[in-house]
């Protein structure tokens, strides 16, 4: 079993950055594809990116490649997402997820276990 916690979200203008972080409980993370996904109002939750177990992929959606990077500490149990020169089609609820699989994995349902989600909020 294991428990996310996101945070870091919030009000940014365009342009700035911010950065989130997502905390996992347990004593396997480094067993586990971490991904970030975001939802807007009224879309379907949508990929942004995600890190294999020790790191050595990476890959990230179209819209945000360039711009955000995914990271973690196996050490501290933590996943970050970097974003950078944001816009406002970035508004959304970013979400973490975990999945008990070394590989790129672009789609939630591989991941079985999710955070609550944190706000990004991004004015023009």
């Known amino acids: 079993q294991v428990q996310l916690v996101e945070s870091g979200g919030g009000l940014v203008q365009a342009g700035g950055s911010l950065r989130l972080s997502c905390a996992a409980s347990?004593?396997?993370?480094?067993?586990?594809?971490m991904g970030w996904f975001r939802q807007a109002p009224g879309k379907e939750r949508e990929f942004v990116g995600c890190?294999?177990?020790?790191?050595?992929?990476?890959y990230y959606a179209d819209s945000v490649k360039g711009r955000f990077t995914v990271s973690r500490d196996n050490a501290k149990n933590t996943v970050y997402l970097q974003m950078n020169s944001l816009k406002p089609e970035d508004t959304a609820v970013y979400y973490c997820?975990?999945?008990?699989?070394?590989?790129?994995?672009?789609?939630?349902?591989?991941?079985?276990?999710w955070g609550q989600g944190t706000q990004v909020t991004v004015s023009s």
């Open positions: 997820a975990a999945a008990r699989i070394n590989r790129v994995l672009t789609t939630a349902g591989p991941y079985n276990y």
């Open positions: 890190i294999t177990w020790n790191g050595g992929n990476t």
């Open positions: 347990g004593r396997t993370f480094s067993m586990y594809t």
